[in-house]
């Protein structure tokens, strides 16, 4: 994404157990490596990023750690000062005599903390209680037991808080709706009441219900008008769509779980029709229109927003504004609903040859109902921009946003001052993935970077929107956190990280590249990790992580990180690790993006060599041992490239890979491939090249993953027999995509595989991860 020897670890397969030719690995060297992944290298990062916590419109705390002592610091950014929240040796004296029990001032064991009243009153939970600290009078009172989760911080999106659980709360905070028997109920909060609002859902044919395929739930899919009365939602049509079956493994007879999985091809698919919840009169008001596919602007999902997609209201839930998409993605039509009788007005349609996305990492329009306009976003001149739309007559009024650069997230729209503030990639020459916090106005006048430092911003703004926190980093550059205003101008330093306790142990960051991609002129960029000592004399063999998109890529943030997977453990084996992203992966140009459009098969592999060639030099690597792994559409990737670049791939691990994505969801494929009558899904199946292997390959996949079911890898290994081809694969009988508990296991047998089969060494016997417990 998306042989036959049974041992005690349920592996399907066991590594060969003669000595190698090279060393004999201990338990030392993989300790050593461990020492690299993020449970061991975070803690050791001082003063990191900070994440605000806003009190008021101008004050907000943060958690301020260093060698272990945690202060918490308030800051208020209308007169530019910064100090501890409160005294935190009387706050912990005070609770060590209420609770009878030691509390230690440097590490107070909050499981959660809000400050009210300006700072003076401090509200938290610990030793299973809440408790209320008035720092005036040094009163420290308890105010009940502590409920078993707290929200830490929430906030809400457009159209309600989720409230936890499978339930969305209305933006006044007094109603929850929630899914019983198909059908949609609301709860008064207050007195628990319970009403039921539609009566005619049944099973396949039910309101809010959450079924992507790939992903699913018990939450509702939803949207809450402003003002609480109405919600708008739909219901989804699963009727005659074809399943998909998993079968777990346990003592007795296994338990078949079966739900709606449509492919591509299909004829039917999922389709939601769209209506209005008049919450008080219960009436439900179908929209005027014929039923839309279960799609969305920006991902292969209905609610990846956290909420409803696609929805916006007006300020007094008279008019409800939507986008519908087509099966392939490439028509969206613009569309105003009335709320009280459901008509609906066709406002504009936009109409792409291979795939529209309504923004990067949010969906970006906004219906601006006071003023009767549109943003809207749009890469029909090869870049993601913003256009201002008449919302009466669905005429364009102008392009705001311009230039090879794009928009990836609308953050703040005044409606007031007609300026738009958002974030922005393509703006500095250092690195095009690089984000920056920007303004312009309406006319698209003004344009302004507000945070001008190099590197990777990340914003949150005030609730009154008149302040934000900026925390910027690079891959190797440590973050550095201000407050400025909405100008841009600087009002608090806040944090630099310090790293001096994680350079002691030998760490360094990565080094960060930029290469042609295989065309020779098409700059890409990526990181490469080395072993902390090198041996300047002796080629190192290299390691490809990849994950090939097309809606991601194997870098991920570009933000500093301490740890990113195990790239760094791996390098401390004896590896070169290199982590690229190639052509088709996002946050570029349109038409960088849509390169492998019709054929995902290529899985920007022509790059990775391309890159790994160039960087074989500088890097003392060995082009004559080159392995690959990636793990869902990574695990796709591996498994073409052995068989597609034999010659250059020795060594893959392919993991939970959607080998043939007419075995993956339909929304998936149709939208990066094109519908299957207009795209070759054929020629692009892995299974039919499985012939070529040369080199050594482990493939591994959850019997129970029900994002890429595990019949995708099966076709592969159905192939490589039939063509008389040795493999080596790894069952986890009960886990999904993720292999939850078996993760570690899955990492060390990575770190086995390539340790024998590409250094040529022997791997430590069943060597234990020192994985932290979760809640531990």
Not at 305 to 325: E, H, K, L, P, Y
Not at 343 to 358: C, D, K, L, N
Request: aromatic residues 10%; charged residues 20%; glycine residues 8%.
């Amino acid at each position: 994404m998306r042989k036959f020897l049974l041992t005690g670890a349920v592996c399907v397969s066991i590594l060969a157990v003669c000595a190698q030719s090279g060393k004999v690995l201990t338990n030392q060297d993989y300790e050593h490596a461990e020492q690299f992944m993020n449970y061991n290298t975070e803690p050791l990062v001082d003063l990191g990023t900070v994440r605000p916590n806003w009190v008021s419109g101008d004050q907000f705390w943060y958690l301020h750690t260093k060698s272990g002592t945690a202060t918490f610091m308030l800051v208020n950014a209308a007169s530019h000062t910064k100090a501890p929240a409160f005294d935190h040796q009387k706050l912990a004296t005070a609770l060590a005599k209420a609770s009878g029990t030691e509390v230690n001032a440097q590490k107070l064991p909050f499981s959660y903390i809000t400050l009210s009243d300006n700072g003076n009153t401090v509200s938290f939970a610990a030793e299973g209680k809440q408790w209320k600290y008035n720092q005036a009078n040094n009163e420290l009172m308890t105010t009940g037991a502590a409920p078993e989760r707290m929200n830490m911080g929430g906030g809400m999106g457009r159209g309600g808080r989720g409230g936890g659980g499978n339930q969305v709360i209305s933006p006044d905070g007094k109603t929850a709706a929630f899914i019983r028997d198909y059908n949609l109920w609301i709860r008064d909060l207050a007195t628990k009441k319970e009403t039921q609002l539609t009566t005619d859902g049944i099973q396949y044919l039910g309101y809010a219900t959450d079924n992507a395929g790939w992903k699913s739930s018990d939450r509702p899919v939803l949207r809450w008008s402003p003002d609480s009365k109405k919600i708008a939602t739909f219901r989804q049509d699963e009727r005659n769509v074809s399943d998909m079956y998993l079968v777990t493994t346990n003592v007795g007879k296994p338990v078949l779980k079966t739900w709606k999985y449509p492919l591509p091809g299909d004829k039917t698919i999922v389709t939601i029709q769209r209506v209005i919840i008049d919450v008080a009169a219960k009436k439900v008001i179908n929209l005027q229109v014929p039923p839309d596919p279960h799609r969305a602007t920006l991902s292969d999902d209905i609610s990846s927003s956290g909420t409803f997609d696609d929805i916006d209201w007006n300020a007094d839930a008279s008019q409800m504004a939507f986008v519908s998409t087509s099966r392939d993605h490439k028509q969206e039509k613009f569309r105003i609903a009335d709320a009280a009788t459901g008509a609906v007005r066709e406002v504009f349609e936009e109409v792409v040859p291979t795939q529209y996305e309504s923004g990067r990492s949010a969906i970006d329009w906004r219906y601006l109902a006071a003023s009767n306009e549109i943003i809207w976003y749009s890469e029909r001149d090869n870049w993601g921009h913003l256009y201002l739309y008449d919302a009466k007559t669905g005429k364009l009024k102008h392009q705001i946003t311009k230039g090879d650069w794009l928009v990836s997230r609308l953050l703040k729209v005044d409606e007031k001052n007609r300026e738009l503030y958002f974030m922005a990639t393509g703006l500095e020459k250092e690195n095009p993935y690089f984000a920056q916090f920007c303004k312009i106005g309406f006319d698209g006048k003004n344009f302004t970077i507000l945070t001008p430092e190099a590197g990777t911003h990340s914003v949150t703004l005030s609730p009154d929107d008149q302040y934000f926190v900026d925390s910027y980093s690079k891959p190797d550059m440590a973050p550095v956190s201000v407050c400025r205003d909405l100008n841009g101008k600087l009002i608090t330093e806040l944090e630099t990280s310090d790293l001096s306790r994680l350079t002691a142990t030998g760490w360094k960051a990565p080094t960060p590249v930029s290469v042609k991609a295989h065309d020779g002129k098409t700059d890409i960029y990526g990181l490469v990790f080395t072993p902390t000592h090198m041996d300047p004399s002796k080629k190192y063999p290299v390691i490809d992580y990849i994950y090939p998109g097309p809606q991601g890529g194997s870098v991920g943030s570009w933000a500093f990180s301490a740890s990113r997977g195990d790239h760094q453990a791996l390098a401390e084996l004896g590896f070169v690790v290199v982590v690229i992203e190639g052509t088709s992966n996002p946050y570029r140009s349109k038409s960088y993006h849509d390169m492998s459009y019709g054929n995902m098969a290529e899985n920007t592999l022509p790059d990775q060599i391309a890159a790994i060639r160039q960087l074989a030099p500088r890097f003392s690597i060995d082009t004559t041992k080159v392995g690959i792994w990636g793990h869902s559409g990574g695990g796709f990737a591996t498994a073409a490239a052995m068989f597609r670049y034999p010659d250059f791939f020795k060594v893959g691990i392919s993991e939970s890979g959607n080998h043939d994505n007419r075995n993956y969801e339909d929304d998936w494929g149709e939208r990066y491939n094109g519908l299957v009558e207009n795209a070759n899904y054929e020629a692009q199946a892995n299974q039919n090249y499985a012939k070529n292997l040369k080199g050594k390959l482990l493939l591994a996949h959850g019997m129970m993953d029900n994002n890429v079911p595990p019949y995708n890898t099966l076709l592969v290994v159905e192939a490589l027999e039939k063509a008389n081809k040795s493999y080596d694969l790894i069952i986890f009988p009960n886990s999904q995509h993720g292999y939850g508990a078996f993760s570690p296991y899955m990492m060390r047998r990575r770190w086995d595989y390539f340790v024998q089969n590409l250094l040529g060494d022997t791997p430590p016997v069943n060597y234990q991860m020192h994985t932290p417990v979760f809640g531990r």
